[in-house]
């Protein structure tokens, strides 16, 4: 019986330890995230106006094309900002909700990175046709 009650001991501190590391990992890993994502969402405000400027006097076409990436990199930047506001509240929930919560995080933050990326890197590209 006392092996019994030991192993099962055991069993749920290795199970705890496990899920803690997990979740001690994604921690580090949604900070990685939102430091490379971060200055790049700050910078979107400032790559958005100048793409804009670019276009005045461009073919409708590509003035479009400018709104549409306009509109790509506002909600990137607004996703960030949503991101940031749940990333908080996941830090401060309970924590057994943590993994769970990182976890969403980590796909999250992942695809906001991509979809920052692309849409900055297309902004600079069609600012560049017009300079």
Same mark, same amino acid.
């Given at each position: 019986?006392?092996?019994? /009650?030991?192993?099962?001991?055991? *069993?749920? *501190?290795?199970?705890?330890?496990?899920?803690?590391?997990?979740? +001690?990992?994604?921690? !580090?890993?949604? /900070?990685? &995230? $939102?430091? =490379? /994502?971060m200055p790049k969402s700050m910078a979107?405000?400032?790559?958005?106006?100048?793409?804009?400027?670019?276009?005045?006097?461009?073919?409708?076409?590509?003035?479009? #094309?400018?709104?549409?990436?306009?509109?790509?990199?506002?909600?990137?930047?607004?996703?960030? !900002?949503?991101?940031?506001?749940? *990333? &908080?509240?996941?830090?401060? &929930?309970?924590?057994?909700?943590?993994?769970?919560?990182? %976890? %969403?995080? $980590?796909?999250?933050?992942? #695809?906001?990175?991509?979809?920052? +990326?692309?849409?900055? @890197?297309?902004?600079? @590209?069609?600012?560049? =046709? *017009? #300079?």
């Amino acid at each position: 019986m006392k092996f019994l /009650v030991w192993a099962l001991s055991a *069993f749920l *501190f290795l199970s705890c330890a496990s899920s803690n590391s997990e979740t +001690e990992e994604l921690y !580090n890993a949604l /900070v990685k &995230g $939102h430091d =490379e /994502v971060m200055p790049k969402s700050m910078a979107i405000s400032s790559i958005r106006e100048s793409m804009m400027k670019a276009v005045e006097n461009a073919p409708e076409e590509k003035k479009n #094309q400018a709104l549409d990436i306009s509109t790509r990199l506002l909600k990137a930047e607004d996703k960030m !900002n949503t991101w940031m506001v749940e *990333f &908080g509240d996941a830090i401060n &929930g309970k924590e057994e909700d943590k993994l769970a919560s990182y %976890k %969403k995080l $980590h796909e999250e933050i992942t #695809q906001l990175k991509e979809d920052t +990326e692309t849409a900055i @890197a297309d902004a600079k @590209a069609l600012t560049a =046709e *017009f #300079q």
